[in-house]
């Protein structure tokens, strides 16, 4: 072992919050745990309800077509009212949220994957390589992505794996700019410095001591993109090349109850209010996150933890 | 400054470049115009004549350079579904946008920086929060489901504004409004950030300490400082207004450039697509550029580098 260690030895016996200390700043933040109660929820809603709901959101029952919302004596599952063959909107909206989640994740994670990648290639060699990926980054910024979309989906088709394809490489822009202006910070500090000199590999110095440093930001980032690509999705779904039958999301739900709208307006409005809710949960969540992972302002939370204890 | 302006337009040109020739080619995967232009049971001498008038018949290298020489005297070359110039089609509809998102990004401006300011006043106030959860619900809002229950309840049951339409004001409202709250949402967040931070500098405790009264503290101290980071994100916010369009255009029926690209996609009708994507990164670009310009009237030190 080279000398090169000890400053990750020192970054890991700092020390850091928990677990449980996290959550505990959770608990003193009112709307980021409601939101976070509220996605998990949802989640679990999304893994475990479809087999547990069997046939109900899937079979059909003439008699209650376009029934409306708020009527209990047709039974729990058509309180938020019945589309246009009946069938209960509430559970058709837990068997699209997985869906709905699982193309916003797959494309958050292709992205990030991909967006840090090329950011740390970017920011730490530099050089043409750097720059080319830097033009082709403007290239993809210079247009609407929800335009840009529209073409590459109309060409391959509107596909579930296209659909995640798309979104990714129109949000890969985003992480490896953060990336890249991070580590262009991170990389002339003495610790990078430090461990470059007493020969750690690139590798190592990349993975021990500047990608640690991005993190956080990168989490906070995800938070907030995973909301973006979810209206990305539903606005494609909206306009017809995004998610096809028989898959479907909020947004198709909310595309197909458009036709309805004078006459049975809970079509579209229920899986909109969703939409709205976990866009809004992880904006929450984003916001908690990004001070309590940041020591310099970590104490804004913790500071209450304290006078309410 | 203007070594900078420079560098940038050349840059923007490499990638205004880079955007046309991924277009140019992916338009040429989605298979040949003809399909769809003729009936099904044409002729074989037909289907030629189209593909020889069209020049859908020559290597795709050779369509390349023509479309290249093509843009050098902006030439797109004609549509196919109305027979008219493209870059006309794309030039007629572009107004109707630019205005959309002129109109929504000037409205969430006015609301963001009033908002903010007094937000920012008494931060944790119950008008603070208030404002902070309301911009943020205004920001995850989808723009289409916004739209549709704004026809629902302004439209269809209260009867104040038509549902779909272009002649008259009233039917601005609606689509402004819509395309107005995403962003509103997002720079309410940032105007109240940024005016928290002018309030507690020097200046501003200097003016206070000189008895100046709490409209000229926020709105002529702090506020013209405060308001760079919200430029920045507004000129941020211009290509999302740009998406924004497209959905909105679709459902109120606004012959504007989002429109008309969806509709060329789906006809093949390249020319058009391909003088809408040009025209659309133009306009951005401008718009950056001008943001460039704005920032360094406001920010005298930004001028040096």
């Known amino acids: ?309 | 400054m203007t070594y900078y302006l420079t560098k940038r337009t050349l840059w923007s040109a490499v990638s205004l470049f880079g955007l046309v020739v991924f277009v140019f080619f992916m338009a040429r995967l989605t298979g040949s115009p003809v399909d769809l232009y003729l009936p099904i049971d044409a002729p074989e001498s037909l289907r030629e004549d189209f593909e020889r008038i069209h020049g859908f018949d020559l290597p795709l290298w050779q369509q390349f350079v023509d479309f290249l020489g093509g843009l050098l005297t902006f030439d797109f070359g004609q549509s196919l579904r109305q027979g008219v110039p493209a870059l006309e089609l794309v030039l007629r509809a572009m107004p109707t946008t630019l205005l959309l998102a002129l109109y929504s990004i000037g409205l969430a401006l006015i609301v963001a920086i009033v908002t903010g300011a007094l937000a920012a006043w008494r931060p944790n106030s119950i008008f603070d929060r208030i404002a902070t959860l309301l911009s943020l619900l205004g920001a995850s809002l989808p723009n289409f489901w916004v739209a549709i229950v704004g026809v629902l309840i302004f439209a269809v049951t209260l009867r104040w504004v038509p549902t779909s339409g272009t002649g008259s004001v009233a039917q601005w409202i609606l689509p402004v409004f819509v395309l107005a709250i995403r962003p509103a949402g997002l720079l309410v967040q940032v105007a109240r950030s940024s005016m928290i931070s002018a309030l507690s500098s020097a200046y501003v405790k200097t003016a206070q300490a000189k008895g100046a009264a709490p409209a000229r503290i926020i709105f002529i101290h702090a506020l013209r400082n405060a308001m760079l980071p919200v430029i920045t994100v507004a000129g941020d916010q211009a290509a999302g207004i740009i998406n924004g369009a497209v959905i909105v255009e679709t459902i109120f029926g606004f012959p504007g450039v989002g429109k008309l690209l969806i509709d060329s996609i789906m006809f093949r009708d390249f020319a058009v697509v391909q003088a809408g994507v040009m025209v659309t990164a133009v306009a951005i670009f401008i718009l950056n550029f001008t943001i460039d310009i704005v920032y360094a009237v406001l920010d005298p030190r930004t001028r040096g580098h």
């Not at chain 1, 589309?83 to 990030?112: C, E, N, Q, W, Y």
């Open chain 1, 1 to 309: 072992m080279n000398s090169a260690v000890l400053p990750g030895e020192a970054a890991r016996r700092r020390p850091r919050p928990t677990k449980w200390a996290m959550l505990a700043l959770l608990r003193r933040d009112k709307f980021a745990l409601a939101a976070a109660v509220f996605l998990v929820v949802v989640v679990l809603a999304a893994l475990v309800g479809p087999p547990l709901l069997g046939g109900i959101g899937i079979d059909m029952d003439l008699m209650a077509r376009n029934a409306p919302p708020f009527e209990p004596d047709r039974g729990f599952w058509h309180i938020l009212g019945s589309d246009a063959l009946g069938r209960p909107i509430l559970a058709r909206i837990i068997i699209a949220a997985r869906p709905t989640l699982l193309i916003a994740a797959a494309a958050v994670l292709l992205s990030m994957v991909v967006g840090v990648l090329l950011g740390l290639i970017a920011g730490y060699k530099g050089g043409i390589v750097g720059d080319v990926i830097m033009r082709l980054t403007d290239i993809v910024m210079s247009f609407p992505s929800l335009l840009l979309a529209l073409v590459v989906l109309y060409i391959f088709g509107p596909a579930i794996t296209n659909v995640i394809i798309v979104l990714a490489i129109t949000r890969v822009p985003v992480y490896l700019r953060t990336t890249r202006a991070e580590v262009l910070e991170i990389r002339s500090r003495m610790f990078v410095v430090a461990a470059e000199v007493t020969g750690a590999s690139v590798f190592r110095t990349v993975s021990r001591h500047i990608l640690p440093m991005v993190v956080p930001t990168i989490a906070t980032l995800m938070t907030i993109e995973f909301a973006f690509v979810m209206l990305a999705e539903a606005s494609l779904s909206f306009l017809g090349l995004g998610v096809q039958a028989p898959d479907f999301t909020w947004g198709v739900m909310v595309a197909e109850g458009r036709s309805y709208l004078a006459t049975a307006w809970w079509l579209s409005f229920w899986p909109g209010v969703f939409i709205a809710l976990v866009t809004m949960s992880l904006n929450l969540l984003s916001n908690w996150l990004r001070i309590a992972t940041d020591p310099v302002q970590r104490w804004r939370l913790e500071r209450e933890v304290a006078s309410d204890e």
